[in-house]
């Protein structure tokens, strides 16, 4: 498992490489699939696939690379999660019969703006403690996605969403004991996908 996109292909596809963009875009599927679900979960409204929203994001890129006007790979990302954030208020619009603003619906606040989330292992915590960004979260998101697909929701719900073990088996429609033994799996098989020197930058407590 690559640890980012090689920065080569990067700079090619800065420079505007169709190539380069198809393997960068292939390499933040993952993250874009996970920061999409994290608002599709935080929009109470509507409930949209976000494989709709990571595709609709590839096929708006594909289309209009040629317009970035950025030199570096931050400001690469950056272009990739407006794109993506507004495909999903655009998704939130076309689907909510809401009369309410619905911008302020898709909130982008400070500890969760960008291609990065917060791993909640301890909810006490500060909340800057357990930002996941760059290449750490391109890392843990490539490996959340080779999760069955129980042992990822389960996980994203407890660690990302920062939601109580009771509160993730209500969500998923199951018991408190089966979350829990989904948590304490997920975590096992997740530390066997991340490299070594990766493994302990992240809390695991599942309590």
């Known amino acids: ?44 409204s509507h409930r949209f696939d976000e494989s709709d929203v990571v595709q609709m994001t590839c096929v708006e890129v594909l289309r209009s690379y040629q317009g970035f006007r950025g030199e570096t790979q931050a400001e690469l990302e950056g272009w990739l999660e407006s794109i993506l954030h507004n495909n999903v208020v655009r998704l939130w619009r076309n689907h909510s019969a809401a009369t309410r603003d619905y911008r302020r619906e898709v909130v982008r ?20 403690r357990n930002l996941v960004q760059g290449e750490v979260a391109l890392l843990l998101a490539q490996a959340l996605e080779q999760l069955p697909d129980e042992y990822r ?18 969500h998923l429609g199951t018991t408190v004991g089966v979350v829990a033994g989904r948590l304490r799996r997920g975590l096992e098989c997740l530390r066997d996908l991340l490299p070594e020197e990766l493994r302990d930058l ?6």
């Open 1 to 44: 498992m690559q640890a980012s996109p090689d920065s080569e292909v990067v700079q090619r596809a800065i420079e505007g490489d169709s190539d380069a963009w198809h393997a960068v875009l292939e390499k933040y599927r993952p993250l874009l699939r996970l920061v999409a679900a994290r608002h599709a979960r935080r929009i109470v």
């Open 109 to 128: 606040d400070e500890a969760n703006s960008g291609l990065s989330f917060l791993w909640k292992a301890n909810t006490k915590q500060d909340p800057a």
């Open 153 to 170: 929701k389960t996980l994203e719900l407890r660690f990302i969403d920062g939601k109580k073990i009771r509160d993730v088996a209500l």
């Open 202 to 207: 992240i809390s695991w407590g599942s309590e």
